[in-house]
């Protein structure tokens, strides 16, 4: 929506979507890290062995050898016009083009649509937990909005051993999966109810 609003600015056309997952169809040459067949997750951006992905920091990747500056990836066309790629993803179309170091290999198990919310929805959650508020045991939480990062938030805080966690939202059904995901109190008000 944001993009589609403007408050962030891109070359269009273009082909949205940085949540993915997917099975390998094909390799270039040089590449080692799959084969066809694999099952990989796509997270937001490169990953894997450079020095700010091994540090924590993918956001201020500057290697753009894997990582493609906007409007530079030349990957699609549609009716003969080029399309640009947002962020060297694109994953709403029906096949990608990535550098095999923005794959991570996945459990076959797995199935693609839920590993695909780990990219950027849970990583944001869990990780709001445990690197932003570095929530420790015994801790009360309070989430305000049980959508999917949310969500994913009540889950890592249940995961960090918070005692009390308290999940706000005005959707009956996202409290009850709150409280399925650890969540010990649901609010739909101000005052928290049990």
């Given at each position: 929506m944001h993009y589609l609003e403007g408050l962030y600015p891109i070359a269009t056309p273009v082909v949205l979507g940085h949540e993915s997952s997917a099975v390998v169809e094909a390799v270039g040459d040089g590449v080692t890290y799959v084969k066809p067949a694999?099952?990989?997750?796509?997270?937001?951006?490169?990953?894997?062995?450079?020095?700010?992905?091994?540090?924590?920091h993918p956001n201020l990747c500057e290697n753009t050898e894997v990582k493609m500056l906007p409007g530079v990836a030349r990957r699609m066309t549609w009716n003969g016009q080029q399309l640009n790629q947002a962020f060297n993803l694109s994953s709403f179309a029906e096949q990608m083009l990535v550098h095999e170091n923005a794959m991570v290999k996945i459990d076959p198990d797995i199935?693609?649509?839920?590993?695909?919310?780990?990219?950027?929805?849970?990583?944001?959650?869990?990780g709001a937990v445990f690197n932003a508020a570095k929530v420790e045991p015994g801790s009360t939480v309070a989430v305000i909005g049980c959508g999917g990062v949310g969500l994913s938030a009540v889950n890592g805080a249940a995961l960090a051993g918070a005692e009390r966690i308290i999940a706000i939202d005005t959707v009956a059904s996202k409290l009850e999966l709150a409280r399925e995901l650890g969540a010990t109190t649901r609010s739909t008000s101000a005052t928290p109810t049990r």
């Open positions: 694999t099952r990989d997750h796509l997270p937001f951006g490169v990953l894997r062995h450079l020095p700010q992905c091994l540090t924590g199935p693609l649509d839920r590993a695909a919310l780990v990219g950027c929805g849970v990583m944001t959650g869990v």
